[in-house]
């Protein structure tokens, strides 16, 4: 069945480094993909998506590439910030039934 | 702009005891859905409703029911609790469409002893 695989965690970098989260899924047919950030004690919120190969979603400085060859949506930012110290999902959707999530990364940015 | 809500937030129940979680949304969503998320393995799929009167299984139903007799509420029961369904349990909405995103309740911390 449709399935995703995170990196796993957790992940320490220190303030301004390079984030980068691996994805890769496994679907029967062309899902969209999202990823999704839980910041302590609240529900997921979307970060963002990507509808199709080769679309770029981005979104508060992190951006994800739908790459269909490699059936991959790495989450990358260029400088994190201590604010973005969270739990990040990768999650495909396939039909209008379910989102299927990875297992989650957690991030710590340190000052 | 309540969202999605959940109560209780946090619960602690004796096993063999029942409950019941309560979703409600206010975005007048037709698909909802139940999820608990425990560490390790991310969030997997108990029930799901894709409209009023409507319920299926998903990824990990036993040892739970649902019921969505009006739109905007979701139900999730456990009828004889067991340590096993220890976890945090988050409701979630969303419109038609494998292009929409998921609303997330912020979440029920059960615990099972």
């Known amino acids: 069945g449709d399935s995703v695989t995170q990196m796993e965690g957790p992940v320490t970098l220190s303030e301004e480094a390079f984030l980068t989260i691996n994805c890769t899924y496994t679907?029967?047919?062309?899902?969209?993909l999202f990823w999704y950030v839980q910041y302590p004690g609240e529900g997921l919120q979307l970060l963002l998506k990507?509808?199709?190969?080769?679309d770029k979603g981005s979104n508060k400085g992190f951006e994800a590439t739908y790459r269909k060859e490699t059936t991959s949506f790495h989450l990358e930012k260029g400088s994190v910030q201590v604010s973005d110290s969270a739990v990040y999902f990768c999650?495909?959707?396939?039909?209008?039934?379910?989102?299927?999530f990875g297992a989650g990364t957690r991030l710590t940015v340190k000052p | 702009n309540a969202g999605v809500t959940q109560t209780p937030k946090f619960r602690v129940l004796k096993t063999g005891q029942s409950m019941t979680l309560l979703c409600a949304q206010d975005?007048?969503?037709?698909?909802m859905y139940w999820y608990r998320q425990d560490p390790g393995m991310g969030l997997r799929l108990i029930h799901y409703?894709?409209?009023?009167?409507?319920?299926a299984k998903g990824e990990v139903p036993d040892g739970y029911n649902v019921s969505r007799l009006k739109k905007q509420n979701f139900l999730l029961g456990l009828e004889s609790a067991a340590p096993s369904q220890t976890s945090v349990y988050f409701c979630?909405?969303?419109?038609?469409?494998?292009?929409?995103?998921?609303?997330f309740g912020s979440g029920t911390q059960l615990s099972v002893l």
């Open positions: 679907a029967t047919g062309y899902p969209s």
């Open positions: 979630a909405s969303s419109l038609g469409g494998r292009n929409e995103k998921l609303f």
């Open positions: 990507a509808t199709k190969a080769d």
């Open positions: 999650a495909l959707r396939y039909n209008n039934n379910d989102m299927r």
């Open positions: 409703s894709v409209g009023e009167g409507t319920t």
């Open positions: 975005m007048n969503h037709e698909y």
